[in-house]
Nanobody, 119 residues
Framework: QVQLVESGGGLVQTGGSLRLSCAVS????????MGWFRQAPGKERESVAS????????SYSSSVKDRFTITRENAKNTVYLQMNSLKGEDTAVYYC????????????WGQGTQVTVSS
């Protein structure tokens, strides 16, 4: 049974930082591309960041580039999202997801963790 469990969300002031974690079990973590997504109320889910299997290649949405950093520890089956300089528009439920690098769609999803940025 595949499980992705996010943690680290919460309430933070504008300009603050949070680090999200996603612990993965039930699959060979090092073989999967990992991604972070978010969904704000009334909006579509959007991709935030992704990281390839080795951790050496990452990509970011333009809205978070230079503020967020995605990393992974394959030995711990965990992917992280360091979020700095948080803004109100970063408020959303954040999800981690996993996919085989040879397919286009993410196959496995976590339950999400709420991030709220207050002014």
């Amino acid at each position: 049974q595949v499980q992705l469990v996010e943690s680290g969300g919460g309430l933070v002031q504008t300009g603050g930082s949070l680090r999200l974690s996603c612990a993965v079990s039930g699959l060979t973590f090092s073989r999967y591309t990992m991604g972070w997504f978010r969904q704000a109320p009334g909006k579509e889910r959007e991709s935030v960041a992704s990281i390839l299997r080795s951790g050496r290649s990452t990509s970011y949405s333009s809205s978070v580039k230079d503020r967020f950093t995605i990393t992974r520890e394959n030995a711990k089956n965990t992917v992280y999202l360091q979020m700095n300089s948080l803004k109100g528009e970063d408020t959303a439920v954040y999800y981690c997801a996993a996919k085989d690098p040879y397919v286009s769609r993410y196959e496995y999803w976590g339950q999400g963790t709420q991030v709220t940025v207050s002014s």
